[in-house]
C-alpha cells in the first residue's frame, strides 16, 4: 500500500520529475509533443501503479467456506504488465495459477484482480511469482498452490544485450504441487507441457 502521500503531491512531484528528465534529453523540450508530457506521464504512472493502492487480503477476504469442492482450479494464461524496478521499463506476459482448495475457494476473478495488485508495482519477475503463491497459500491455506510466470522483459530487449522475443519462466510451488509428483504432473498435462518443474523450484 503507499504512504500519505497525497494524489496532488504525487502527480506534482512526477511532473517535476519528468522535466528534470527531459531536459537532460532534449533541453528545451519546447516543441508541441513535449509540452504536455510532465502531466501525461504523471497521470500514466498513476495507472500503472495502481498496484499500490490495492490489498490482497482484501481481494481474497470474500470465499465460500463450505464448498466440498477439492480438486484442481486452474487459471491459464491471465495477461499481466508490469515495471522492472532496476531500469524501469516494462515486462510483460502471462500467469498460470492452479491451487487444491481444503475448504475454501474463491471467486475466479479474484485471482485475476491478485494478479493486477502485484504486477502494477515496480517489480521482479522472481519476486511477483513468489508473492502470488504465498499469498494464495496463506489466504486460502490450500492443499497446494502453483503459481507460473512467462513474460517478455524490455530492458532484454530495448538494451544491453538487445534480443527480443526471449521469455523468461518462473516456477513457484506449495503443498502439494512441491511435496507430489502426481499433483505437479497434473498441473503441467493441463497447461499443455511437461513436469520440469525440479529446474524451476522457487
Same mark, same amino acid.
Request: charged content about 30%.
Given at each position: 500500500? $503507499? ?6 503531491? $504525487? ?9 528534470? /528528465? ?8 519546447? $516543441?508541441?509533443? /513535449? ?7 504523471? @497521470? ?15 481481494? *481474497?477476504?470474500?470465499?465460500?467456506? &463450505? ?29 498460470? %495459477? ?6 475454501? %475457494?474463491?471467486? %475466479? =476473478? &479474484?485471482?485475476? @484482480? *491478485? ?5 502494477? @508495482? ?7 511469482? =513468489? ?26 530487449? /530495448?538494451?544491453?544485450? $538487445? ?5 523468461? @519462466? ?7 504441487? !512441491? ?7 497434473? !498441473?503441467?498435462? *493441463? ?7 525440479? =529446474?524451476?523450484?522457487?
Amino acid at each position: 500500500m $503507499r504512504g500519505k502521500m497525497s494524489k496532488e503531491i $504525487r502527480m506534482a512531484m512526477r511532473k517535476d520529475a519528468v522535466i528534470m /528528465l527531459l531536459k537532460t534529453v532534449e533541453r528545451g523540450f519546447t $516543441r508541441e509533443g /513535449l509540452k504536455e508530457t510532465p502531466d501525461r506521464v504523471a @497521470r500514466m504512472y498513476e495507472e500503472i501503479f495502481a498496484g499500490y493502492d490495492m490489498n490482497p487480503e482484501e481481494i *481474497l477476504g470474500k470465499v465460500f467456506v &463450505k464448498d466440498p469442492h477439492q480438486e484442481l482450479v486452474l487459471m491459464k494464461d491471465i495477461p499481466f504488465y508490469s515495471t522492472c524496478e532496476h531500469h524501469l521499463t516494462p515486462f510483460f506476459g502471462k500467469v498460470h %495459477i492452479a491451487y487444491i482448495p481444503k475448504g475454501k %475457494i474463491v471467486g %475466479i =476473478s &479474484k485471482l485475476i @484482480r *491478485l494478479v493486477e495488485c502485484y504486477s502494477r @508495482r515496480l517489480q521482479i519477475q522472481e519476486r511477483m511469482t =513468489s508473492q502470488l503463491a504465498d499469498t494464495i497459500d496463506d489466504i486460502l491455506a490450500p492443499l497446494g498452490v502453483a503459481v507460473i510466470v512467462s513474460a517478455e522483459h524490455m530492458c532484454i530487449t /530495448l538494451r544491453g544485450v $538487445r534480443k527480443p522475443g526471449v521469455v523468461t @519462466r518462473t516456477a513457484a510451488l506449495r503443498g502439494v504441487f !512441491f511435496d507430489d509428483i502426481r499433483a505437479r504432473s497434473e !498441473f503441467y498435462n *493441463l497447461l499443455g507441457g511437461k513436469d520440469d518443474s525440479h =529446474s524451476s523450484r522457487l
